[in-house]
């Protein structure tokens, strides 16, 4: 069984590599690596690589635990996954900067090697890599370790930051035509979320979709007893008044 679960647990931080080295590979990374998904801290395409080996975590984290695991090898087996993950993305990055892949790959170059090691060299980046693959993917894990509330909150405040961030090109000139600059010089700044901004997003939505997971049950139970003609503007309605919200905080 054990031998099983480190397998399980070597496939999974294989797959988060390969799907990095994919990202990077298609133009994905190399096409957001200067998008600042919050300004002066993170790019957009930091985070796409970040996901990887935090959905690992993640998904190993429910089979384990939904396995009976013990914390402790829940969580082993999630940092296994992601020291696996930030070699594969350690050596990726150190062939990319070791041989010329650009005349079969376009996006295979110099820069993109400097970006995937944090400009620190293949060495100390790879090291860079590896330490932040088992971080990230952990931290995945841990998330199973919580309540379904608290684990709901902070994957919600993780996906609206992320999504208020990519929508920026977007939102940021609807705020200026509204005369709404103040709360677009609040939210934004250089392409991205600026810090405050984010964390405002973070605490905001965390805290809306905590209310909601464990406040909400009746107004659940009564949305669902709607007939379907009515249910649809209640979800519109509601959309857009989460999204006022979140600009208003």
Known sequence: MRSGWMRRSLTAGAIAGAAAVYLATVG?????????????????????????????????????????????????????????????MAAFAALVGTVDLNGVFVALNQRLADFLTFDAGPVTGGLLLVVAG???????????????????????????????????PLLSPILGRLELGAVDRFLYSGGGLTPMGAMVTLFGAGLLSSAWTRGGAGARRSFREMPSEQRRPVSVALIVAAFALVLVL
């Open 28 to 88: 994905l990374v190399a096409a957001f690596q200067a998008r600042p998904a919050v300004t002066d801290v993170v790019s957009i395409g930091h985070l796409m690589l970040a996901a990887c080996p935090f959905v690992a975590g993640m998904y190993l984290g429910n089979r384990y635990a939904r396995a009976g695991a013990s914390a402790g090898r829940l969580l082993t087996a999630a940092a296994v996954a992601g020291a696996v993950a930030g070699s594969v």
């Open 134 to 168: 088992t971080v990230l993917a952990t931290l995945g894990g841990a998330l199973r370790l919580l309540n379904a509330p608290e684990r709901s909150a902070i994957l919600a405040a993780l996906a609206a930051t992320v999504i208020l961030s990519i929508l920026e």
